[in-house]
């Protein structure tokens, strides 16, 4: 049951933002960012069949092994990387974070 009221306490929220971004000239722009989220993974080599070999992706698993004694650890950022450009986001995730990213953008558009 709390779970439920959470999803839909979200969902208002995110309504919410939507309509006061929705007048927004930036809205298009980051909805066009977040569309290219799984375009620029891949191409740092985070892809849907591992990390590719002598990319930006390799080069960053090769530091965060060595930071970590030779494994890379669960939840860091170049596993979360990975996990996104093997599975990309969810649609929720990509609506949830542009309609914030489009409040943010059209508070900061009043301003000039």
């Not at 306490?9 to 066009?32: C, D, E, I, W, Y």
Request: without cysteine; proline residues 2%; charged residues 5%.
């Amino acid at each position: 049951m709390e779970a439920s009221a959470l999803t839909s306490s979200a969902v208002t929220s995110v309504a919410k933002v939507v309509r006061v971004a929705s007048g927004s000239a930036v809205v298009l722009p980051l909805v066009v960012a977040m569309a290219a989220v799984p375009m620029v993974l891949s191409a740092m080599g985070f892809t849907a069949a591992g990390i590719a070999s002598s990319s930006i992706a390799a080069k960053m698993m090769s530091m965060a092994a060595i930071a970590n004694g030779g494994g890379v650890a669960s939840g860091s950022l170049v596993a979360t990387l990975q996990s996104l450009g093997a599975t990309g986001l969810s649609g929720l995730t990509k609506f949830i974070l542009g309609s914030i990213g489009s409040a943010i953008a059209a508070g900061i558009a009043k301003f000039y």
